[in-house]
């Protein structure tokens, strides 16, 4: 115990380092695993801190309870905790539902297939005492790429002529990072605007939490397509264009909208930009009306994807 205080104290203040820091092993009741907790997997110790908190549907104040940060006290590195927490759920996408489950092994496996690779999250797993899949995640200083795309430019007008490109660039970088877990067979799960993290020193933008799989015969990996396409509205419009807030703007343009203008899912964000930003390329509006609820054709894969993509860069120069 005195040397495990001894690690502790070359990487926290004097006052801060617990008399009795209590030894973790098992992370079953990982409601129980509490702030200053050493979580021992294998041979490493790790000093439990604070929740992650989820950022999902606007409850950025939700603490995970099973995503914890803690410190390596071999290396006084920040990581990232995620135990084992099972929950399953449908998605619906149009007439289509996908069931949803969240997976540890798949996600320890994909750790396993990217590592080394630059766009996601980097990590190992390791089993507690009682056999539950625990993944360790390095910590990724940075903006989420959302959050990061709301600083640009001084208006709609300013950011897609002068920052959208170059946006557009990192964006298809992702796209090629997923098409890379496609390509072997494995889906990401949860694509989402707040999980792609723009680093804070590299500049480069970074997949993370992949432990939803979803399952569905047909259009394998079209959950995630779906989610590719939500994002690059999201990036195109400089945040979500909602018929709300071109009401707030008293846009003329509301009137116009029709429901086939409008997101799949979400029926008030709209989706064919160009009916609100006319110098929105045809080339790239196109892209974005495969996920409207209009849409007659969508996405089997993301080489389609990047195809247009690549199209819709060259025709903004």
Request: hydrophobic share 35%; aromatic share 12%.
């Amino acid at each position: 115990m005195s040397r495990l205080r001894e690690m502790i104290a070359q990487w926290v203040q004097p006052g801060k380092v617990p008399k009795q820091p209590r030894i973790v092993t098992d992370t079953s009741d990982f409601f129980r695993v509490d702030y200053d907790d050493v979580l021992m997997l294998g041979e490493t110790p790790y000093f439990i801190r604070n929740y992650e908190r989820e950022g999902r549907f606007g409850i950025d104040e939700e603490p995970k309870f099973w995503v914890r940060r803690a410190l390596d006290l071999l290396t006084g590195r920040m990581k990232i905790i995620k135990f084992v927490f099972r929950e399953e759920f449908k998605a619906r996408i149009g007439d289509i539902v996908y069931d949803c489950v969240r997976s540890p092994k798949k996600e320890a496996r994909i750790l396993d297939l990217v590592r080394g690779h630059p766009n996601f999250m980097q990590g190992y797993w390791a089993q507690d005492v009682a056999g539950n899949i625990v993944r360790v995640v390095d910590y990724i200083p940075g903006k989420t790429l959302a959050d990061y795309v709301l600083g640009l430019g001084k208006g709609h007008r300013d950011y897609f002529s002068n920052h959208f490109p170059s946006v557009l660039d990192e964006y298809r970088e992702v796209v090629s990072a997923i098409k890379f877990l496609h390509d072997n067979g494995e889906k990401h799960g949860d694509i989402r605007r707040d999980h792609i993290i723009k680093e804070r020193e590299a500049g480069r933008c970074v997949w993370i939490d992949f432990d939803y799989n979803y399952h569905f015969s047909e259009r394998i990996y079209g959950y995630d397509l779906y989610g590719l396409g939500n994002i690059l509205v999201y990036l195109v419009g400089r945040g979500d264009v909602t018929v709300q807030s071109l009401r707030e703007d008293k846009a003329p343009l509301t009137t116009g909208l029709g429901e086939e203008d409008m997101n799949i899912i979400f029926r008030n964000r709209v989706v064919n930009l160009r009916k609100v930003y006319p110098y929105v390329p045809e080339t790239l509006n196109y892209i974005l009306m495969h996920f409207s609820a209009g849409a007659e054709v969508f996405y089997d894969d993301t080489r389609q994807l990047l195809s247009d993509l690549q199209e819709a860069r060259e025709e903004l120069g």
